[in-house]
């Protein structure tokens, strides 16, 4: 155990979740309320936290994460910019449910300008539940954020002994405790006994290399996701432009594969000068250029993004410009 001089200082933000969350049963896992412990309850479910960091905590926001808004994302990420500039943390803690939880940490690997380790956490069980696993998760985020090693490796989720990249990480099950997954590039590191240990590094540019800004902003421009399907009209196409969308992402089939009826309708939407994304439902793989009729139309590719972490990118994208061969360029990038 490391003297208090030497523990590193660590900020706790929380921001609710299942983590936070109490039911009326140790054996429920569904229908219980998120949101509920506050950040200091959370600390002390977990004592030996203290043992290895100086700890300060605030409460952010006290919600389920599947109402997680824009406005917090910036929050967050103004906050943690603050607190780096000031020299007043080594190191950043978010708990923070888990629907949301791999938009929320993109968000902010694009965002915060400090090097210093940015660890969000959470947990598949409430807190009242038998197995309950957000103290240790907890305990564990807060040991990958005191590392040394950490520092430099982007924004990152903690989650079952396992440390996973930003760009990287997925939900990937409704249910089971091991609910993460890197599956395109694998694991960043895990904690095995306390010790933290390091695989390889992120690869996209993150952080401090970003170019987004968000020090003044207040609200992120609106981009809407659109799933392909059977049967697609391109109605809900049309609907987004109709209330002001300024980009979609088209979550199409295979290959980011764009049903005929739609494909006219978002071909419209770009010449409107509508940002269009084309990404895919699919779970794993990447969108690479295919019809002639998308390159013609100014479709953008997503690459290996998921649609919701495309939708954060061109949220970010719009606030620098409108210019689609720029936007291209930055979905390169990161």
Request: aromatic residues 6%.
């Amino acid at each position: 155990m490391a003297s208090v001089d030497a523990k590193p200082r660590i900020t706790v933000l929380a921001t609710g979740g299942t983590i936070a969350g109490r039911a009326n049963s140790a054996a429920a896992t569904a229908g219980y309320k998120a949101g509920v412990l506050t950040v200091e309850e959370l600390i002390n479910s977990a004592p030996p936290i203290k043992d290895f960091a100086r700890l300060r905590a605030e409460q952010i926001a006290n919600i389920d994460s599947k109402d997680m808004t824009g406005e917090i994302w910036l929050k967050l990420a103004q906050r943690i910019n603050e607190l780096a500039d000031n020299n007043d943390a080594d190191g950043f803690v978010i708990t923070h449910g888990t629907d949301t939880m791999e938009e929320t940490v993109y968000f902010l690997n694009l965002t915060v300008k400090t090097n210093k380790p940015v660890v969000l956490t959470g947990a598949m069980r409430p807190a009242t539940s038998l197995g309950a696993d957000g103290a240790m998760n907890l305990l564990k985020a807060v040991r990958v954020a005191a590392d040394t090693n950490a520092v430099g490796k982007g924004c990152m989720v903690v989650m079952n002994d396992e440390i996973h990249a930003a760009r990287d990480v997925i939900k990937f099950d409704t249910q089971n405790a091991a609910a993460f997954k890197s599956p395109l590039v694998g694991l960043l590191g895990r904690i095995d006994n306390g010790v933290v240990d390091f695989y390889r590094e992120a690869r996209k540019i993150h952080t401090v290399k970003t170019e987004f800004d968000t020090k003044n902003v207040t609200k992120l421009p609106k981009v809407y996701i659109i799933c392909g399907h059977a049967d697609d009209d391109g109605a809900l196409v049309k609907a987004a432009t109709e209330i002001g969308a300024k980009g979609i992402v088209y979550a199409g089939t295979g290959n980011g594969s764009v049903h005929f009826a739609a494909e006219k309708v978002l071909a419209q939407a770009a010449k409107s000068g509508v940002a269009v994304i084309r990404a895919t439902r699919v779970p794993i793989g990447a969108v690479i250029p295919a019809e002639q009729s998308y390159i013609d139309a100014g479709f953008i590719d997503s690459g290996t993004l998921s649609p919701q972490k495309a939708r954060i990118l061109l949220q970010l994208a719009l606030l620098k410009t409108a210019d689609f061969d720029k936007i291209k360029e930055m979905f390169g990038k990161y």
